[in-house]
DNA sequence: GATGAATGAGACTTCATTCAT
DNA sequence: GATGAATGAAGTCTCATTCAT
């Protein structure tokens, strides 16, 4: 149950810090949501700061396991590992609300806590790599680089509109520039 | 001195939201950016919300004299128009750090406060419709509108890699991009 | 338009204070209702304090003049001074809501502001003497006074529950009961 | 010591709210005087009204549980009753300072917090019920209904006098009145 | 005489954190 | 591991008062 509570308290974690923000969110808040006292969550986390640290890095080793890990997908070609990425992301951003955290965080903190920033980095790093990875065959490794911190960057901003007008096409469109880098062969 | 010291604490209040976050900024870090009591505040606005509400219409204001209205500028060609857009919107998110606070916002307090996201979206539809109002003649209305729509996502999330990564190219690509858009004939 | 406005001031507090209570009641709260800002109020009065005790005098002045006085009208009889009497306390009591700012003020500051207690009972040891004049004839000094005491009681306290229950009833029995005290013999 | 404590807190704003008002005893009054510091009650109260209508609570049921109840105790004749009862009020009333906390309140918030005149009704209500239910057996119900409505607020008005003149008579003459109604046969 | 702005204290309330039970 | 209670700092906002214009 210990690794089972720690679990829950991360996720309602992200779910808040996600569609609340980080510094709008309380520790009550979190207590709340998880059937807690404010004051319980530290048997869990030693501060806030950590708790959000283990935040991040529950999204970003859901996001390798469950999302980068398609771009190196040896069972599958370029066009199958792109079309499952491409795929993976837009069910993710889809599924809840709040938009992305990682893209929140740094909006929102990015300035502030610099202990955020390099772990948001360290996630979009990974992002990027995925792509580049899957776009180098066809453009080379440098051009790859630079496309995929474009269409990165493009993802959170669909994202963010998509959050904003309550509309999903927007990632729907992004990701389809996305499919056709490869497909224009 | 009304006027100026109206305009003073808006000016700063835009740095500090924009740099720290709106609910990370108190009412004294305001008060002591513009040397005064946090409480003096309140004989210009009669709440933080309030006082961030003349912020965001601060902006917007801006924007639509200073950026948007170069779309409609009918000395111009329709090129020209569009290189001076981009420069203005380029030497903007330039000059100073922490990113557009029209994006901050909409990821910070999107979700909770929708007074503040109503006017975010009055913001980004006319940056919209701005772009929109160039491609149209080449693109039609339909898909101008909807490629604009596709360039100010891209154009955030340009701006939010700019402001993680720290560095200016994020944004200068996003905007050849656009610019292409119409040097294609 | 000096001595005007000293009133003007004097009356809108009255009214305030009566329902809303004197630390309740703010100088914006007076300035507003002067049509004044609350700085201005300064010109007419040095303190919040000053404002109150002019308000407290002004009542009592009123009632000396307005009220009191028919106790001691010497061109009527006993029975008709006393019904004068009691027409104008039932008259004051009934035109405006709030109650009486001399006994609000004595439940809200009694123990807190002396300087308004000691004015508080001066008003109501000219109330009490009024009726004590009009009862002596009949019952003799001493137990006169002892009477009227108790009436000025009653009378509060059947203001009290006239403001509570929003029925002028209590204060009209309160009255029937005095003036039944001379029409006895 | 939770039950203790937060019946600390309610009789310590008891007698501040009573003697110094409501809008002028703060929450750091109330902490000092239970030995917290503000903040601390609001683990026990959500907010200063709460607390408010906590005390106010707390009064009517004693008022319930020993002064009224004296009027239905069966085991007693009626004079007995409404001696006890008598003996009970005036006990309660001489025993501390700051006159009726109900009263007190009914004047400094009875037109601005309406949640407090309701709660406050209420007690007069059951106040008055009880001596009308002492007099019925003598006057029949509607006049003892009346009777004692008038025998709430002479009571009320005694003890405003009693406070701002300092002098317990008023009280007793009061209730020597409301003897009086019964042994008059 | 009126105003807009400033002040400093203080109001209610929230917060992250700690700790004995 | 959970809780209730405490803390002290900080947050938004209000207030009486002052003063230059």
């Known amino acids: 149950m210990t690794k089972a509570s720690k679990e829950l ?21 979190i207590g709340t949501a998880c059937g807690l006292l404010k004051g319980s969550i530290y048997n869990y986390f030693s501060s806030k700061e950590a708790l959000a640290l283990a935040v991040i890095k529950f999204v970003h080793d859901y996001f390798k ?20 990425f491409i795929q993976a992301v837009e069910a993710y951003f889809t599924a809840e609300s709040g938009g992305c955290l990682m893209g929140n965080l740094a ?22 790599a995925a792509i580049a990875h899957l776009l180098t065959p066809q453009y080379g ?7 995929a911190l474009t269409v ?24 389809q520039s996305l499919a056709d880098l490869l497909s224009q062969n």
């Open 9 to 29: 308290v991360i996720e309602h974690s992200l779910r808040l810090f996600k569609v609340q923000g980080y510094h709008n969110t309380s520790m009550a808040d």
């Open 152 to 175: 990165v960057g493009n993802t959170q901003g669909a994202i963010m509109m998509m959050r904003l007008y309550q509309k999903p096409e927007f990632l729907h469109l992004a990701n």
């Open 107 to 128: 909006l929102e903190v990015g300035d502030t806590l610099p202990q955020f920033a390099t772990r948001i980095r360290a996630y979009f790093d990974d992002w990027t």
């Open 65 to 84: 396991q469950y999302v980068f890990a398609h771009a190196y997908d040896e069972t599958r070609s370029e066009t199958e590992r792109l079309a499952n």
């Open 141 to 147: 490794l440098i051009q790859a680089k630079q496309m």
